[in-house]
């Protein structure tokens, strides 16, 4: 995969596709400017490669998040065929979780709310929108914790004007989105979509890194 080239060049490609709405034709006109010579499919796979490992230690190393969360669904294009990615953020609009899904049903909301609370812990309240599938996924997290150790139960809202700080937060995965006309595989969107998340997160300085530029707070979450 091209790997002859420095990492921080390949990270530099990366970042400058998940922070940019570029298309990947766009990007590699881009890296030719600058002297590298690498074809889209090349650089597609080195989103794919990079961006999750950079999302996992990116969801290790962010700063904490408020108890209270907002969460909602966008489509995104995918093979031809609508997809849903599920979002949160916090009450300030830092983001906290994200998960793509073929569907968008009870069983999905309630893997999306179990993931976000592993890896942000149990909030005390989330904000949802009228749909009876995330307040069915959460209605089965609450009951799981009335019968575990923390005997935690999370209140649940469904306030609409509560939710227009995530709604708003949608604004920036769809501007960068749009460039790729329609994700072709699951798991590549799914990478991708992890790469622009964290991108988003340095946008929200949600991480104490000693480095001043946005990319090289990237580039140190690969290291």
């Known amino acids: 995969m091209h790997r002859h080239y420095p990492k921080e060049v390949i990270l530099y490609a990366v970042f400058f596709y998940v922070r940019y709405a570029v298309s990947y034709r766009d990007l590699e006109e881009i890296m030719a400017v600058r002297g590298v010579q690498v074809g889209h499919a090349t650089l597609n796979l080195w989103v794919v490669k990079y961006s999750t490992d950079i999302a996992k230690a990116a969801q290790a190393r962010k700063q904490a998040t408020a ?120 798991h590549s969107a799914t990478a991708t979509l992890a790469g622009i998340e964290v991108a988003h997160m340095i946008r929200k300085q949600q991480f104490q890194l000693n480095h001043s530029s946005p990319f090289k707070q990237f580039a140190s979450l690969a290291a």
């Open 67 to 186: 108890g209270s969360w907002r969460m909602d669904e966008i489509y995104i294009k995918g093979k031809g065929k609508w997809m849903y990615l599920y979002r949160a953020v916090d009450k300030y609009g830092k983001p906290l979780d994200f998960m793509l899904t073929r569907r968008r049903d009870k069983a999905a909301a309630r893997r999306f709310f179990s993931h976000a609370i592993e890896v942000n812990g149990i909030p005390q309240r989330i904000v949802i929108d009228k749909s009876g599938a995330n307040l069915a996924g959460l209605l089965r997290i609450n009951a799981g914790l009335k019968f575990s150790r923390s005997h935690r139960r999370i209140n649940i809202l469904r306030v609409k004007y509560l939710n227009n700080i995530v709604e708003q937060d949608h604004r920036f995965i769809k501007k960068i989105t749009r460039p790729t006309l329609g994700f072709r595989a699951f």
